[in-house]
């Protein structure tokens, strides 16, 4: 775009007060205006407008990218899938008004927790997701009990009551040799998500956690356990 | 030959650690097996660095490498060094074929699909390591025999392949044969060892196919090539390799 700023545009003929140059100088502020306008109708396109976040179209369009980057860097590429625990009682009890202004508590809390190559998304209702490009299953799950942490410790604050929220994740990973689409890459996070629920909420799950997959390297105390018995007899 | 489509039992033989055992025991197991009578294949699965042939004296015209790459008719390439003994060879020195792709592992299902029917058992021979075409052949068998000695390296290994082949490939039962033992006891304990981590870390229970001494008949067969459960007989090591013949014709189809 032309940078050239007002000290440039001055009348080839000296005119002081001339109209042409005044006329472009009104055109291009509402250029500056327009584009402003834009910029906050696209990004309204693309934004969640109760609480700021990303949108589920944006979601999906930034999903496919960072795959498709994956695929391409080889860089690994995680997915956390987040539900509010009780929180249809938070409505329940204290009506909508305090409902959303919850939702709109937990994005600015989980806002402030993530890197600005983050992605985070309201899903709809009270669910979330978080895209973390060139991240390990094993950063993500951190950031996943970061994120669960900082929510289970600043409770709202309504009306001078004291409200506690907590919430539930599912964390899965998408690697360059990965084949599957960005529709199941999401069930796949709601499935440790659903995990997450089953046992007890509020808590983190993820392959690591599933006996049925996971890290296949062996661990330390599988090989100590491996040649117990060849130690010496004390 | 028996036109009828038979339901064979395929049995994988794989160790993670090199030299433990696995070309010699399937070959032993597969000469045991056909002696009682029964269609037994022997598929060398170490496709790149066969020696299945080696040690039963018999030189491959067609290989694997040909049915997969040339379309070859693969009951063509199958040589019978007995009537009731066949072997699907493998290529020797050919490196890309150490670890084949999804594509031609797809292939290679379809074409080892087209020939078990014929066979009562079918044992697959597999490559050191835990590279793709192990964990295939893995997942092809419908049982998985492991082969460990009682060296920390091959159990070490022995298990490692057990864990991703639990964890990644959904396999769940496992058949340890300790090889190379002093005493049966040695074996007992390492498989003892062996299978109270995997019920512990994995939460499945390996059974013990059984084990087959250190004995040096099994060296001469390799010089000799010939199997030691026909040059030896009355061998320790024959005597044991029979009898877990026999505990693999226990096994229940599936
Ligand atoms: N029970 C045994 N007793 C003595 N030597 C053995 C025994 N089993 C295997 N060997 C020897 O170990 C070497 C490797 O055996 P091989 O069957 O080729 O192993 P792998 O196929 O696992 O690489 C061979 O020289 C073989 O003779
Ligand atoms: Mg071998």
Redesign the interface.
Known sequence: MDQRDDAVISCPEGKSGCPVVAEIRRLKEQLETLKKEYDRVSRLTECDPLTGLFNFKHLEVSLQREMERTRRTGFPLSLIMIDLDHFKKVNDVYGHQVGNAALRWVGRIWRNGIRITDILCRYGGEEFTLILPATSLKQAVLAAHRLRTSLANTPLVEEGEEIRLTASFGVEVYKATDTFSADEFLKRADKYLHQAKAEGRNCVRSMEDSSAGGETEVLPEERVALFITRWPKL | MAKESKTPVILSLSSGKGGVGKTSLTVNLACALAQKGSQVLVVDGDMALANVDVLLRFTAHKTIRDVLERGEDPMKAVIFVEPNLGVLPASSGVPEMVDLGPAEHVLLGNILSSIVGHFDYVLLDTAAGIGSSVLWLNTFATHNGVVVTSD?TS??DA??LI??LS??Y?RKRFFLILNSVATPQEGQ?TF???A??AE????IQPQYLGCVPRDNVVLKAVQEQLPFVKGAPRSKAAEAVVELAERIRRFKRE
């Open positions: 920390p159990i070490t298990y490692a864990k991703i964890r990644e959904g304990q003892d060892a062996i109270r981590v512990q870390f994995l939460g």
